[in-house]
């Protein structure tokens, strides 16, 4: 009985473990290169993406965020 407790336990902390989703997306695109960014919001706008925020992080990397209908991507620069 134990043993059946045991496997219930860890098998609810996988599932609730992979449940939260991650939006950020990492990618290779030079953030810090203008046409990079230019590029990046014309094919987002393209799509019905809008740039909802744009700024430096902590860690002075630039990080852009798009929404479409309560939906959100992150980009952050290398």
Same mark, same amino acid.
């Given at each position: 009985?134990?043993?059946?407790?045991?496997?219930?336990?860890?098998?609810?902390?996988?599932?609730?473990?992979?449940?939260?989703?991650?939006? *950020?997306?990492?990618?290779?695109? =030079?953030? =810090?290169?203008? =046409?990079?960014?230019?590029?990046?919001?014309?094919? *987002?706008?393209?799509?019905?993406?809008?740039?909802?925020?744009?700024?430096?992080?902590? =860690?002075?990397?630039?990080?852009?965020?798009?929404?479409?209908?309560?939906?959100?991507?992150?980009?952050?620069?290398?």
């Amino acid at each position: 009985m134990k043993k059946l407790q045991l496997l219930f336990v860890a098998m609810m902390l996988l599932i609730s473990i992979d449940v939260k989703a991650d939006d *950020t997306i990492n990618s290779n695109l =030079d953030l =810090d290169n203008p =046409d990079v960014r230019k590029c990046l919001v014309e094919a *987002t706008q393209s799509e019905g993406w809008k740039l909802a925020a744009l700024y430096f992080n902590a =860690d002075e990397k630039l990080v852009m965020i798009f929404e479409k209908d309560n939906n959100s991507k992150t980009y952050i620069s290398k």
